[in-house]
């Protein structure tokens, strides 16, 4: 059983490196092959919320992931973003996703949380501990 | 993966191969590229996923981007993929109902 903690500056290369290292703690903590790639798409998914957060709101904090693997392996990701702006999450239907006068942006924060929705079947998304910012949370089983 | 980026000519379109990782880091020169193309004149544009081992929100926000835009001017625009693990994202988003998808190039061209 493992804990592995990383935090980095909020900006979009260290985005990659967030998805090799919780790829990388899947694998090793026993999540099935098959998982894999959908573990990578929401680790950045998750990451690249975040990061978007920060910087519309000038935040240096860095952004801090966690995973475990106590019985599942569970990966959150916690912003440090007013939660007001991160409460703003919904997948949009078809009708709108092609609407001109919807944003680049707002398109890319609803297919976001569509693919994270899509791809994790235990998904949390709530205020984080200490009252700044949002924890999204994603639990995967492991391999018995 | 860092992203690759070729074009190409096949009748009135012109194809843009993608490989590597289209990421919230390397979208931004994916549009770049295909803002280059519609600005220069493309009206038919097509972009061959089949090198994409990595594709994001932001990657997908791009392709629809360029879709809008290339719909304004009169144009089209056609995404091609034959690969399940990203057939699956499209579905997921519902962009399967947004992009025209083919499994090759020959089928979004016509040829």
């Known amino acids: 059983m493992a804990v592995v903690r990383l935090s980095f500056s909020p900006a979009p290369v260290h985005v990659r490196t967030a998805r090799l290292v919780g790829v990388a703690v899947a694998r090793r903590a026993g999540v099935r092959q098959g998982l894999l790639d959908e573990v990578r798409l929401a680790i950045g998914e998750a990451c690249t919320r975040a990061v978007a957060l920060h910087q519309q709101h000038n935040l240096p904090d860095p952004v801090r992931v966690e995973m475990s693997d106590y019985g599942t392996y569970a990966v959150r990701v916690v912003d440090r973003a007013p939660i007001e702006a991160g409460a703003d999450l919904a997948a949009l239907p078809a009708s709108e996703l092609a609407r001109e006068s919807l944003s680049e942006d707002a398109l890319t924060t609803g297919v976001g949380f569509a693919l994270l929705a899509g791809f994790v079947d235990d998904l949390l998304v709530r205020p984080a501990d200490g009252g700044v910012g949002t924890e999204v949370q994603m639990v995967w089983p492991l391999d018995q | 993966m860092e992203l690759s980026l ?86 997921i988003t519902a962009l399967d109902q947004v992009f025209p998808l083919y499994p090759t190039v020959d089928a979004a061209t016509g040829a």
Request: proline share 2%; charged share 25%.
């Open chain 2, 6 to 91: 070729a074009t190409r000519t096949v009748g009135e379109f012109a194809v843009v191969v993608v490989g590597g990782e289209v990421d919230v880091y390397t979208a931004p020169q994916l549009r770049e590229r295909l803002f280059e193309l519609v600005d220069a004149g493309a009206e038919h544009v097509v972009v061959d996923l089949g090198r994409v081992d990595f594709l994001d929100s932001t990657g997908l926000g791009v392709l629809v981007g360029v879709l809008k835009r290339l719909r304004t001017a009169g144009g089209s625009f056609a995404l091609v993929c034959d690969r399940e693990p990203l057939l699956k994202i499209f579905r």
